[in-house]
């Protein structure tokens, strides 16, 4: 886990909300929950995969074509 921090600046609304729904849970504190929130959402984003391959999105144009949908 990193050594070094900083400090980042939410709305003291968003803040006391998270607060309210950390209590009693692992995440223990406001700042814990949002390092966990944001290290998921950083990962999903590194290894979301594309939606399709380039030879799918081949495949797909060409059945497209055939079937009158695109030139």
């Excluded at 803040?15 to 998921?40: D, P, Q």
């Excluded at 979301?48 to 797909?60: G, N, R, Y």
Aim: charged residues 35%; without cysteine.
């Amino acid at each position: 886990m990193d050594k070094e921090f900083t400090t980042v600046s939410i709305p003291t609304s968003l803040y006391k909300k998270i607060e309210e729904a950390v209590k009693g849970t692992e995440a223990g504190s406001v700042a814990n929950y949002i390092t966990k929130v944001l290290r998921e959402s950083l990962s999903k984003q590194e290894t979301a995969p594309e939606v399709f391959s380039k030879e799918d999105e081949e495949k797909i144009k060409e059945r497209l074509k055939a079937l009158g949908y695109i030139d």
